[in-house]
């Protein structure tokens, strides 16, 4: 995968460094996609089974969860209803990353709590603008519910 980011998706110097959850059991995938987001300026945890992406959720609260919905173990819609149950990650953005782009399957993320989905290839420019995105909209809602 080529890295070429432009200069404005860059974070802002001012801005805390912002932590990406990055949820793929395919191994090649999620390190060509880390490695982008990486050099976006995010911190990037991984995990590559809905078990992992449970227990890192919990433990670091990231501001963003990018999450593939065929997991090995336990599917992604069951993470993201796991996640939007527990008070500590019920707000936290979650971007469906899938290979189906079906309308039922888009419904079906976002039934699950996911807030955005994506199909599989993803432009990582794409995910990069969409992650942005999710951050954007949840430092407004703080902003506005202070």
Known sequence: MRISIAVGARMNQQSSVKLVLFVEDESASRRGYVMYLTAAGFNVQEAATGQAALSAARARRPDVIVLDLGLPDIDGWEVARQLRAAPATAAVPIIALTGSDLPHERVSAMRAGCDRH???????Q??????????????RKGREGR
């Open 118 to 124: 994506l199909a599989k290839p993803c432009v990582p």
């Open 126 to 139: 794409h995910l990069l603008e969409t992650i942005q995105l999710c951050i954007g909209e949840l430092e």
